[in-house]
């Protein structure tokens, strides 16, 4: 009984360590010849935090990510709007970390090659889609191969060749006007030293957080940074390239006078090595992911505006649902049925709550109200106003304080002991 993982992401790799961890045969497929730390900063939420110190990951974490102290949202003027704890100060029972993209997958690739051995992951073998023959599955890759197993689970992110094969009339991605700039800077942090921020409004915004400890000599780490604005989608998009080198002149101007007195931003973008451009993009949430024998997870299945700090977190927990439906109803197509049931529901909904800008729709509110211009917070927005916006974004993505703590374990360690 063997299934096979399309793609070495964050959702692919963290349901390698989980299928190990059950004791079921896989494979990953993934389409580089070599993986290499590619990407930027995450946040990694406390719910998906718990699964991976439940693989017995909390060393790596510790390694490779800061711990999340609290989270803030700023005006554009840089007035303090809200802020509060996260993590185990905020009463979680795990912490919540601000990491590397590709530091942390090549941390859960090195991890697991070292438990599963360094035949688990396959690369040079990029996906052209699937067959479903006599109930089991068969993985096409582009240079002709074909790989059958039992199950087959597409972890290939938002152009997934699988979800094309099942949904051909679905088309590119939807960009709805706002472009992303993103880099990482060494500077010494700001605020309480691992603070993650949110300044500007619904068309210009700025997200920074540190994604490595201070250094004890300069005092400096590396700051992670989104620079973001939203723009008429009516005058296209640049679709030849998803992740292109920009110069930060064609941005810049825009953020010049953003300099407060906890952080000068446009001295944090010029101290960047490289800048890279991206869309904001997502696609409409669809009725199935799941066709007999495959299924989709990760950005495959529900990618998402990245406003909530959510996406590399609901990768993990797909994963680990979808192992404790493999340990429910064994390596079968009820398994995929019954994750796909549990799962898609709640990341349609923050699909949906993320393109009304998700828990960052404060910030208009405050924008609209008083331009960004205040005295005090409370002359513009309620405490119980501000708290009910945060409050009701975590019951929606799955990361509510009392409902996390109390929720029993998805795998049983003492069962399926790592």
């Not at 349901?15 to 494979?27: A, E, K, S, Y």
């Amino acid at each position: 009984m063997t299934i096979l993982i399309s793609g070495a992401g964050i959702a692919g790799l963290t349901l390698g360590l989980t299928l190990h961890q059950i004791g079921v045969p896989f494979r990953v497929f993934e389409a580089v010849r070599q993986l290499k730390p590619l990407g930027v900063g995450v946040n990694l939420q406390p719910n998906a935090v718990r699964e991976l110190m439940e693989m017995g990951l909390a060393d790596m974490l510790d390694r490779v990510g800061v711990r999340t102290r609290d989270y803030g949202l700023y005006s554009k003027t840089g007035g303090h709007i809200w802020t509060e704890p996260r993590g185990r100060d905020a009463g979680y029972l795990w912490p919540q970390y601000s990491v590397h993209r590709g530091a942390l997958q090549m941390a859960l690739a090195e991890e697991l090659i070292r438990r599963a051995g360094p035949d688990c992951i396959v690369t040079d073998a990029a996906c052209a889609g699937y067959e479903v023959r006599r109930g089991r599955s068969v993985l096409r890759l582009k240079d002709g191969r074909e790989i059958a197993g039992d199950l087959l689970v597409a972890a290939d992110g938002i152009h997934s060749p699988v979800r094309a094969q099942m949904y051909p009339d679905e088309g590119a991605p939807i960009w709805g006007g706002a472009i992303l700039w993103r880099g990482t800077t060494q500077a010494v942090p700001f605020l309480s030293g691992a603070s993650m921020v949110l300044a500007g409004h619904a068309t210009q915004r700025l997200v920074s957080y540190p994604i490595t400890p201070a250094d004890p000599v300069t005092g400096q780490a590396t700051v992670n940074w989104i620079a973001e604005i939203t723009v008429d989608p009516a005058q296209g998009w640049r679709k030849e390239d998803w992740n292109r080198a920009a110069k930060i002149e064609e941005f810049l101007p825009a953020f010049e006078d953003w300099r407060f007195d906890w952080l000068d931003v446009p001295a944090l973008i010029k101290g960047a090595d490289q800048v890279l451009e991206y869309p904001m993009v997502d696609r409409d949430p669809v009725d199935t992911w799941t066709d007999g024998p495959v299924t989709l997870i990760g950005d495959a299945a529900h990618p998402t505006y990245p406003v909530g700090s959510n996406g590399a977190s609901q990768a993990i927990v797909d994963a680990r649902v979808l192992g404790a439906q493999l340990v429910a109803h064994g390596v079968t197509p009820a398994a995929l049925e019954a994750y796909e049931t549990e799962v898609r529901p709640r990341t349609t909904r923050v699909t949906l709550a993320n393109r009304s800008a998700g828990p960052l729709g404060v910030l208009q509110t405050v924008e609209d109200r008083c331009g960004g211009v205040f005295a005090r917070i409370e002359d513009v927005m309620s405490h119980a106003e501000l708290a009910e916006q945060a409050d009701g974004y975590k019951r929606i993505a799955g990361f509510d304080i009392e409902a996390l703590n109390a929720r029993p374990a998805l795998i049983d360690a003492a069962r399926f002991p790592v």
